[in-house]
């Protein structure tokens, strides 16, 4: 009995710790943040983060849900067919989009309404500290002479979609090499099989402290606060330029309130000192988007990713 | 040593203790219960470490791996359930020596040879992780693909009594392997538009169901009563001779158990399945293996607990997981604000020193659990048959059902079941087929992203000298064992049985 008083009030404390006295504005007193990735996985642990301090914004209890299966297929259907009240979203990522081009399951990004972006993830170029290559132009030289050899980290996503646009823009010859994430990659490039890998800057962060690799550019739109002499790809006149976002999408006909009141707690969330700090170390590029620009942005980046399936055979 | 030095002094820590004691015991049930992967039993703790002190954090999980690799040895002696997918080797002499009445001896020896691999697997962990970063970082695609390709070796000799079965076996493993979604293009291949297929079908809905359902269907179809044979319910160490006689097949799962777990995708489950074949390779009691051997038990459990051990070599010094469960742990230090990789030793050195000596306390709270709890178990499945078939029905219906919660899992799994049922009518093994879709995803992948660096160059296989170390073993494994048979054949001999347990 004793035990169950103090958890119940250790329960309670713990509780009134994070998240404050229930405001009155927001129609539901809990939001659920669907995610697609599995506990502990690179979304499932920005999201928990991210909540802690959107719940005080927003005045409601925040918590993420995991619904797993096909890559995003189960948690679209989900969120569809989720009543349009505000209290229940989708963590999005450029996943979202692939799995609904490639997989044409039931429902898919068409079927869900792109709410706000919080941030872009930066994606770099990066090399073994011993390889001979100090710049990007060098790799590409070197892929005119002798077939390169390039890496991603996922056969369907952004990041090789960035190397082949690379590839195309400069008119070199190389293979493009995917693999089953960031961490097979990376030891490809560390023992030298491949030239370049491309990944966020957060998987690569401890080789990159510890001078085991070598940042050569950036896909960014500008170049990043925390490495102001790295160029991006733009500028070193390649012209491709990536934008994996970070956001939120609900079900279709979100009511006025609730977009705003999520137009404002983002702006809230993004511009917190504390939080700064934090997505800061992180890499993370606050990006914040509001309601009507997010849409018009999720569908140009479908579109375009679109053409780049059709154009390299993956889908008809 | 000075390393030892401040391991010894995190066991004195009970915060620590208690961690990894609440963590193994939690990892045994997850690991016993079938369709709980050590990664869902790692995932589910994941919340509660939210609030705990990092090192308290990362000792809970890590010893939540490695109570559930060895937790899934329970149901695959007792009940022919493959509790995690390493298991699956042990199943084949543990299931045999349990249906002997020898259960005790059974999850005795898989226990002792589990806690020796941890302790194995850790102490290289400790010692060699500098040397063994080393060796995952030689393994380039090529290198995997001849990995893989010496894996499906074993299948020659895993076949049973014909090596054409065993292909059929295999091949319909490596065809079941290639659902989902394309390594190389990211397109999808034989998923007729469902999203359930995308990620393709999980080895575990196979091996529970291939193993598992189609036992209960056979024991259904089987109207004597009484037949069975109830082993006592307590666990029996072996004797002096018997573990002296398994020191070498336990020395042959640490060892290959070790450098697969360095591997990031290697795992624990070709470990398993390669030191139960190198163990019968090298025994002087071959013609046990398949009957109940305990040499068969030893091999494969002290394989996958020193991979519980070494997976965390690429996770410590690289931050790259190499499997599921690792990847949990990657969370796990992430959400404490770890970055695991060459940084973590420097600068979270405690951290990493705590993990050590949380392992260790693990290793040995194996033991104590062990013995604790599997006499209750011995007792559980020595209840009437009806009843223990029901419990099983039910046990393994609702693990599977809750990976996904998906009724469509369900179907696959019994789907695999029925096929399981038959292919023991037709005499056709099983274990061919679950190394076949345990290792196609390795060995394709690995072969095409192999292609794509060479230009399509296949040259690249020989000139890359692991891989072609491998492959060259793995031809002298096909050529003798396939040589072996003709020799038998021609001289009239009958063929041993070597999987019989797996029919």
Known sequence: MLFRQIFTAALASAAMSVFPAIAADYPVDTVTLVTHSSPGGGSDVFLREMSKYLAPELGVNVVVENVRGGSGAKAMADLAQAPADGARFYATTPTFIYTSLLSEPEYKYTDLEPLVNFFIDPEVIYTAAGSKFQTLEDVIKASAESRGRWGAANPASLERQALEQLKASTGVQAGIVTHEGGGDLMINVLNGTLQIGVGEVQEIQSQLEAGEIRLLATFSDARLDNFPDLPTVEELGYGVVVRKFRGIAGPKGLPADVIAAWENAAQAVLASPEYKKTYEANNLRANFMPHAEYGQFIETFANDTESFLRESGVIK | METLYLVAVHLGNPYVFLAAAAGVTWGILGGAMPGISPSITMALLLPFTYTMDPTGAIVLLASTY??????????????????????????????????????????????????????????????????????????????????????????????????????????????????????????????????????????????VGMFAMSELLVQASDRSEGTKVLSRPRIEFPGLKLARRLMFPQSIGATIGTFEGVMPGAGGTIASFMSYNEARRWSRHKEEFGKGSPEGIAAPETANNAVAETALVPLLSFGIPGSNSTAILLGGFLIHGLVPGPMLFTRSADVVHGLYAGLFIAAIGLLVIGILMLPMCIWLVNRPRPYLSAFIFALILSGIFSIHASLFDLAIMLAAGTVGFFMRMLRIPFLPAVLGLVLGYLVESSFRRSLVLSGDDLSIFFTDKVSLALLVVAFLFVAGSVGKRALDFVRHRPSAHYSEGSE
């Open chain 2, 66 to 207: 490695v109570g559930a690799e060895y937790g899934g040895s329970i149901p695959a002696i007792l009940i022919r359930t493959p509790g995690t997918n390493a298991a699956a080797a042990t199943v084949i002499d543990g299931y045999e020596m349990n249906k002997q009445g020898r259960a005790g001896l059974a999850l005795g020896i898989s226990l002792y040879s589990g806690v020796l691999g941890s302790l194995f697997g850790l102490t290289m962990l400790i010692l060699l992780s500098k040397p063994l970063a080393s060796v995952a970082l030689a393994f380039t695609p090529p290198a995997y693909f001849a990995l893989g390709v010496l894996g499906l070796s074993v299948i020659a000799t895993l076949s049973g009594d014909s090596l054409l079965k065993g292909f059929v076996a295999a091949l319909l493993g490596l065809m079941i392997a290639t659902i989902g979604t394309d390594p190389v293009t990211g397109a999808n291949r034989f998923t007729f538009g469902s999203s359930d297929l995308l990620s393709g079908i999980a080895p575990v809905l196979i091996m």
